[in-house]
């Protein structure tokens, strides 16, 4: 198991639709618990917030609500429904609920508050613009993400960043 260097005060930021999807690469889900239970063993980490869609099924609601009481901060909105065919009079949707926003929003509040260190659990490359402006900042960005979970644009990003394969990291 390795262990992050750390550079300061450190926020991470848990994508975890993102996380979740993971779950096709590694073959197994990715346990909030132990991965909490991981990253507060480091002194630096001040604050672990997860982004989560809340949807109509009570399932989620206590999702959300297991995950604060692990420690998280969680940050929800509710997911959208949008429609995406329709067959033989059978309405079909699609769940969208993104975080790129809150997120991106978060990490620069969180450059006032002298956060010199940022991990992301995400590999979305919709993020790499976050990631570069962080890096201009001289911040520490750490990106963890599952195998074949990487967005190109992120893969493209070759100085100031460390991108970390959740599996060398720990095992969940």
Same mark, same amino acid.
């Given at each position: 198991?390795?262990?992050?260097?750390?550079?300061?005060?450190?926020?991470?930021?848990?994508?975890?639709?993102?996380?979740?999807? #993971?779950?096709?690469?590694?073959?197994?889900?990715?346990?909030?618990?132990?991965?909490?239970?991981?990253?507060?063993?480091?002194?630096?980490?001040?604050?672990?917030?997860?982004?989560?869609?809340?949807?109509?099924?009570?399932?989620?609601?206590?999702?959300?609500?297991?995950?604060?009481?692990?420690?998280?901060?969680?940050?929800?909105?509710?997911?959208?429904?949008?429609?995406?065919?329709?067959?033989?009079?059978?309405?079909?949707?699609?769940?969208?609920?993104? &975080?790129?926003?809150?997120?991106?929003?978060?990490?620069?509040?969180?450059?006032?508050?002298?956060?010199?260190?940022?991990? &992301?659990?995400?590999?979305?490359?919709?993020?790499?613009?976050?990631?570069?402006?962080?890096?201009?900042?001289?911040?520490?960005?750490?990106?963890?993400?599952?195998?074949?979970?990487?967005?190109?644009?992120? #893969?493209?990003?070759?100085?100031?960043?460390?991108?970390?394969?959740?599996?060398?990291?720990?095992?969940?």
């Amino acid at each position: 198991m390795k262990r992050l260097l750390l550079k300061g005060k450190t926020v991470v930021y848990a994508d975890w639709a993102n996380v979740y999807g #993971w779950r096709s690469s590694l073959k197994r889900e990715v346990d909030a618990q132990k991965l909490f239970a991981y990253l507060k063993t480091y002194p630096e980490i001040t604050d672990v917030r997860l982004y989560y869609g809340e949807d109509r099924h009570p399932k989620s609601a206590a999702f959300l609500r297991e995950r604060a009481q692990i420690g998280y901060t969680v940050v929800r909105k509710e997911v959208k429904y949008i429609l995406i065919a329709e067959v033989e009079g059978q309405k079909l949707y699609r769940k969208k609920c993104d &975080f790129d926003m809150e997120i991106s929003i978060d990490a620069h509040n969180a450059l006032e508050e002298g956060v010199e260190s940022f991990v &992301f659990f995400t590999g979305g490359g919709d993020f790499a613009p976050l990631y570069q402006k962080l890096i201009s900042l001289r911040k520490q960005v750490i990106v963890v993400y599952a195998d074949g979970h990487l967005g190109r644009e992120v #893969w493209d990003i070759k100085k100031g960043i460390f991108k970390v394969e959740i599996d060398n990291l720990l095992e969940i």
